[in-house]
């Protein structure tokens, strides 16, 4: 329910629908970007609890233990499990560049009406505040080229208002063409952006190409999960906008990376591609939503801290 200084505000000029959920939605997303270090602890507070190798060894029944020798018999043991045990946590934090494609902006409206505007461009402004920047935790499994992290990604996506772009209006429950004229975005839209900013929460599998070796591991990733970006919309000549933090749709990303392990630490770089659904709801008009499909291209670069066992095989 809306607080009463939220409805205070929408009576002002300019409306900032979402604005009175600023303060709340500020703190959700501040939530998002700790979820990567906080499952990286969880995940290092419970692998701690478990039994070393040489415990669950001892634990094992040995049937041929009259016919080894108590060495032989202790290290057959414990090889393959410190193998499968060699699990390797990491953390990680990076920056980089964005493109996204141009793409087509759908505003429907609750009484069936709908616009389109086709040939949206986007700016990415990666090193304007705020950044373009990332954070991951997640891990490998010993023995095993498997992994996965979470991984948040901060990007942004700005239309180019003065762009040219072709614009189509649907009129109600017609059969007839659309109405399309050429006008610039600036004329309809005065604000169009995610630029606090189009942000992406992945869960994400990892695989160790079998090209790595202890200094240099290349790996590909495949990754889904949802888009919560920072909507700010705002129609020419209005005093209404939305503006706020929306969880608007699924997303995706596939990704190539080489990393440079170090003793305990690595740096890598990536090429990631990101598809996003946008569907976030509006105020102008009331009711409605913004639809769209955000195709992304990442270019990143990073430094990871690593602890466990793979750890070793760097040093």
Do not use: C
Request: glycine share 12%; charged share 15%; proline share 6%.
């Amino acid at each position: 329910m809306a607080s009463a200084e939220g409805l205070s505000r929408a009576s002002l000029a300019p409306q900032d629908v979402g604005a009175g959920l600023g303060v709340g939605a500020l703190r959700r997303l501040s939530a998002l970007f700790a979820l990567p270090v906080i499952i990286g602890l969880l995940a290092l507070q419970a692998l701690d609890a478990v039994p070393s190798p040489a415990g669950l060894a001892a634990a094992m029944p040995e049937p041929d233990r009259d016919r080894l020798s108590p060495a032989t018999a202790e290290a057959g043991a414990a090889a393959p499990l410190d193998r499968l045990l060699a699990r390797e946590l990491v953390l990680s934090a990076y920056s980089g560049v964005s493109y996204t494609h141009d793409s087509v902006v759908s505003i429907e409206s609750p009484d069936g009406t709908f616009t389109e505007l086709d040939d949206v461009s986007w700016n990415g402004e990666p090193f304007r505040n705020p950044i373009y920047y990332g954070m991951r935790a997640g891990g490998w499994l010993g023995g095993l080229p498997f992994g996965g992290v979470i991984d948040f990604t901060h990007a942004k996506a700005l239309a180019q208002l003065d762009n040219m772009v072709t614009v189509r209006r649907y009129a109600k429950g017609s059969l007839a063409l659309p109405n399309e004229t050429r006008e610039r975005l600036r004329d309809v839209y005065s604000k169009l952006e995610f630029s606090h900013g189009h942000n992406i929460l992945m869960a994400t599998g990892l695989y160790r190409l079998p090209l790595a070796s202890a200094r240099l591991s290349p790996y590909v990733g495949l990754g889904l999960g949802t888009s919560v970006p920072h909507v700010e919309i705002q129609r020419a000549g209005s005093e209404t906008r939305t503006y706020g933090y929306q969880t608007v749709g699924p997303a995706g990303q596939v990704l190539l990376g080489l990393e440079v392990r170090l003793a305990t630490t690595s740096v890598f770089v990536e090429y990631k591609f990101s598809a996003s659904h946008y569907a976030p709801s509006l105020a102008e008009p009331a009711g409605g939503r913004l639809v769209a499909q955000l195709l992304t291209h990442h270019l990143i670069g990073g430094f990871s801290i690593r602890t466990g066992g793979p750890a070793r095989l760097a040093r």
